[in-house]
């Protein structure tokens, strides 16, 4: 609707006090979508038209491109101001999620077109992603199709509460009431299994105008709001969770000495200065003592307001960190049940690692089982797939195990905090948007739950020795030295003559073996991806022992996923951890196998075997790269020892080692 005569006259003599009002009207996001034609970039064209929120030049180039890709009869064609991709045009298809903002008196707008095309579905997932409301557009000639109850299967399980049945195109079935009644009553029986709480059937004629923004005279049987009027006043208020406080930290600044912040978007609840917070993966507490929005200090924020916060004690709080009131957290879990929505073109594998990417953090997960499809014409169950992975644009539930605990809440109570994407760790493609249902059942958990502590009545015990005095007893200062190249490159060899070398110098050092470690803490744990994973994480958590008690620690492990080695990396102390990659080509390490391991991995009797059947992702930027196919042994012992001195971890001399 333009904007009054009251509301022009206060822009052109207040603008400041214009621009104030404007800032404080709701906002209310919501989609078009429905089946190839049914009119949903007509629908928005014509509303921008009938709102007057199109611009004299776009006008202009509107009238004229309708000429050449118009499907009016060159007529003005409102669905080209959103279609506005060559391949669109030239197709009559919305191909790419298309946003337009508008606002008027009562309430600002953005919108969401998205395309219809089974192929795109993808893609209209990604724009009902953020949405309050759904328009369901129906060409009344057709009725309800499978795209429709696709797109409404879709937008039920992205939580979207409010939906508006379209029915398009009355102007081609004469107008009837009938025809409307019929699709609304069929409508409102399939969406009685879907978990919409707000639905209404509006009657229109996008093409012309009818109940868009003006009453329609045609449909005089009609007694409900136009669909403006309905978009204007739709309580969408109760949808916020301004109950659960939920602040993931995305980035810490320290400007200087005197402050340090925590920036972030508050995902959910209200956030007061002098509330106690506490973060969920250390359990540690404070107190809100400022809270920052831009450079204005305020007394209070809910979501989802984008603030800094400063806290009275200083803690250790990093980007992916969630705070949260001490008497109402989040689940802090490996294992979660979630609905994933494909969206790459190669097929979900079990047992495949993935990043997940949850709120502000980032983390290896493991799609551990599939457990069904959904049929989304029907809404029924497939729990034997002829397929046994999800192909692009099915949906399904699967059981995922994060490699580390991550703090979330099932979807249906926080959005924000419940919803994460998957991505291809090789590609870097987008492979899923998942939507988290609970944490998994205690009898479905796989080995990885074992990495948070079962109990939270625990804490991290210090010793009465001091790390400087442990380190003195050793000579060396506690770090440990990660191994990593495939199986015969001489990773062992090479971390056996070190720790011999040292000895002879006479410095204390502890070697850990890959194969030691699966002969006895590690001998529950196989070769599949998730249990690569665990093995791995318990050989850090060791090592981090080791150095704790100020022992410098060498490792030999394969450990192929750049993943798990940043887990590592992590758990041992980003200051203690040297990566070191043994780069023996594939080819050598094969002519070096003399128990024959790869021979048979070719053949196909080992499984998920490094540089075979499971990739191997070389360090991008290791401490060291020792070739040890060219260099002897010596030379990779030299160069190791010069990268220990350069980060000063010799206590004392090695009087017997002029060269270091």
């Avoid at 509330?275 to 540690?284: N, P």
Wanted: with cysteine; hydrophobic share 40%.
């Amino acid at each position: 609707m333009p904007l009054a005569e009251s509301a022009r006259q206060l822009a052109i003599s207040d603008i400041q006090s214009y621009l104030a009002e404007h800032e404080q009207k709701d906002l209310l996001r919501f989609l078009t979508c429905g089946s190839v034609d049914d009119g949903k970039s007509t629908l928005i064209g014509r509303l921008f038209y009938d709102c007057k929120l199109i611009y004299e030049d776009q006008l202009t180039a509107l009238l004229r491109d309708s000429q050449i890709h118009g499907t009016t009869g060159g007529s003005f064609d409102p669905a080209l101001f959103t279609d506005g991709l060559k391949a669109e045009r030239e197709q009559g298809i919305t191909i790419d999620v298309a946003y337009r903002y508008f606002s008027t008196n009562r309430r600002k707008f953005i919108i969401a077109d998205c395309p219809g095309h089974e192929q795109y579905t993808r893609n209209m997932a990604t724009g009902a992603s953020h949405c309050n409301l759904a328009i369901i557009l129906v060409d009344a000639r057709n009725g309800i199709t499978t795209q429709t109850r696709r797109h409404s299967f879709i937008i039920s399980l992205l939580g979207i509460r409010h939906v508006v049945l379209a029915v398009n195109k009355m102007d081609l079935v004469q107008w009837s009431a009938e025809i409307f009644h019929n699709i609304h009553r069929e409508y409102t029986d399939f969406a009685s299994r879907l978990q919409f709480t707000d639905l209404h059937a509006i009657p229109i004629a996008a093409l012309h105008g009818d109940n868009v923004v003006q009453r329609s005279q045609n449909m005089p049987w009609y007694e409900g709001p136009t669909l403006l009027s309905h978009l204007e006043n739709v309580n969408i208020s109760a949808d916020r969770n301004l109950v659960d406080l939920r602040f993931p930290v995305q980035y810490v600044i320290r400007p200087n000495l005197e402050f340090r912040g925590y920036a972030g978007t508050i995902a959910s609840g209200i956030l007061r200065t002098g509330d106690e917070v506490m973060v969920v993966s250390s359990a540690r507490r404070s107190r809100v003592r400022r809270i920052l929005i831009g450079n204005k200090e305020v007394s209070h924020a809910q979501a989802p307001l984008a603030v800094t916060i400063c806290l009275e004690d200083e803690i250790d709080i990093s980007r992916g960190d969630v705070l949260a009131h001490p008497n109402n957290l989040p689940c802090y879990d490996t294992d979660v049940e979630a609905m994933l929505i494909w969206f790459d073109s190669s097929p979900s594998k079990t047992g495949a690692v993935y990043w997940a990417k949850i709120g502000t953090f980032t983390v290896p997960v493991t799609l551990t089982k599939l457990r069904y499809k959904t049929d989304v014409n029907s809404l029924r169950k497939i729990e034997n797939p002829p397929n046994p992975g999800l192909e692009m644009n099915e949906i399904g539930r699967a059981h995922l195990t994060f490699h580390r605990p991550v703090a979330f809440d099932p979807y249906r109570k926080n959005p924000p905090l419940g919803s994460f994407i998957l991505i291809d760790r090789l590609t870097n493609n987008t492979a899923a948007a998942g939507i988290i249902l609970d944490s998994a059942t205690a009898d479905s958990r796989s080995a990885l739950s074992r990495i948070h502590p079962a109990s939270r009545n625990i804490q991290r015990e210090s010793s009465l020795v001091l790390p400087n005095v442990k380190s003195s007893l050793t000579g060396l200062r506690p770090f440990t030295l990660w191994f990593t190249g495939l199986s015969g490159s001489g990773k062992s060899t090479i971390a056996k003559l070190l720790e011999r070398r040292l000895a002879q110098f006479g410095y204390l050092s502890a070697l850990l073996d890959g194969d030691n470690l699966r002969h006895g803490l590690c001998r529950d744990l196989g070769f599949t991806p998730p249990e690569r994973s665990e093995n791995l994480r318990r050989a850090a958590e060791v090592a981090r022992l080791f150095n704790d008690n100020g022992i410098l620690v060498i490792t030999s492990f394969i450990s192929p996923y750049q993943a798990d080695r940043a887990i590592a990396r992590e758990i041992i102390g980003p200051d203690r951890f040297l990566e070191i990659y043994i780069s023996t080509p594939l080819h050598i390490c094969e002519q070096r196998d003399v128990k024959g391991l790869y021979a048979r991995a070719r053949a196909g009797e080992i499984p998920f075997f490094t540089g075979i059947s499971d990739p191997y992702e070389p360090p991008t930027n290791p401490h060291l790269t020792i070739p040890a196919h060219e260099w002897p042994p010596e030379e990779s012992l030299r160069r190791i020892l010069l990268l220990l001195r350069s980060h000063g971890a010799f206590l004392r001399e090695a009087p017997q080692e002029p060269n270091i």
